[in-house]
């Protein structure tokens, strides 16, 4: 597969045209944001992390009958991807209070919820990602009622599925953030990235954040932390 021009960059990844029209490359970089990007930073060896994780992650829902973008891992960070157009909406599943649950709500951390939780953020960094309902994501055609039936039930699945596979190694899974993509065909499928960019993972004896909250809240051992989730993940570094 070759590699052509760079069709976007973003805040963590670049991606790349092929020579086959119904795949992308995606590239993942060591750049962090946060806050909607008023935190910059880099945390080394992330992308390496990330992808891999991501690919990992990919697969075992695949073989759980959760459909993704997943196709092929090139190298340390490339990987290839079916081209789909994302679905503007960040699709967010908690276990446990945490982050702007329990800041916009007034509650501690750490409240381990009776049921999971599901929230909808518009993706557009002009407006911050405001919250928004399915009957605001209608409205704004940003999806239909049958693809937000299909998303909110991949979401619970892939919960399950994570939930599972984390506590395995020794980690609670917080939340975490999903991003969604049509293929050509109209097909939902998963897409963007699983990683310790877009979960909390808590250790699941000490509770220590084995996450991107270590960069958003200057906790130090960033890098440690991302190395240890993969560590446990694999049994070995990237
Ligand atoms: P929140 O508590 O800040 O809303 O975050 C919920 C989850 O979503 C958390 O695991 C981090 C992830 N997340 C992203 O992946 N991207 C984002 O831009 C934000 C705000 C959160």
Known sequence: MKKLEQLYEGKAKKVFQTDDPACLIVEYKDDATAFNGQKKGTILGKGAINNRMTNLLMQMLEHRGVPTHFVQELNERETVVKKVTIVPLEVIVRNISAGHFAQNYGVEEGIVFEEPTIEFSYKNDDLGDPL???YHAKALKLATQAEIDTIVRLAFQINEALKEFFLAV????VDFKLEFGRLEDGT???????SPDTCRLWDKETGEKLDKDRFRRDLGNVEGAYQE?????????P
């Not at 989730?229 to 570094?237: F, P, Y």
């Open 170 to 173: 020794g980690i609670t899974l």
């Open 132 to 134: 928004i309902n399915s």
């Open 229 to 237: 989730v993969m560590k446990r993940l694999t049994g070995s570094q």
């Open 188 to 194: 939902i499928v998963l897409a963007d990235e699983i």
